[in-house]
């Protein structure tokens, strides 16, 4: 079992940058897919990026990539989101998953995780 807490969202600015972690609990939390997706109001939730397994593989969305970069920390069991660049269309509550058992053509699919967080709101202002 997996408990995943997500923090660092907040307000800025258009062109400006946050982080926003995930804390994973559980010993074998590196062996895991980890990922963010993000659900703006009234959208449905879409795939933002994922670490595949500790030190294995990332992918991320067309519309991030190249602005975010996410990382693991495996010392502290921890998922990071650097966000840079950013535009109010990335305004959106902002949510980690993990799971063990997905295959590379799952990995951007939110309904087939089984953990997750509860999402930390991420807002920018124009």
């Known amino acids: 079992q997996v408990t995943l807490v997500e923090s660092g969202g907040g307000l800025v600015q258009a062109g400006g940058s946050l982080s926003l972690s995930c804390a994973a609990s559980?010993?074998?939390?590196?062996?895991?897919?980890v990922a963010w997706f993000r659900q703006a109001p009234g959208k449905e939730r879409e795939f933002v990026a994922v670490?595949?397994?500790?030190?294995?593989?990332?992918y991320y969305a067309d519309s991030v990539k190249g602005r975010f970069t996410i990382s693991r920390d495996n010392a502290n069991n921890m998922v990071h989101l650097q966000m840079n660049s950013l535009k109010p269309e990335d305004t959106a509550i902002y949510y980690c998953?993990?799971?063990?058992?997905?295959?590379?053509?799952?990995?951007?699919?939110?309904?087939?995780?089984?953990?997750w967080g509860q999402g930390t709101q991420v807002t920018v202002s124009s």
């Open positions: 998953a993990a799971d063990n058992s997905l295959i590379l053509s799952s990995l951007r699919q939110a309904d087939q995780y089984d953990h």
């Open positions: 559980g010993r074998t939390a590196s062996r895991y897919a």
């Open positions: 670490t595949r397994y500790s030190g294995g593989p990332t």
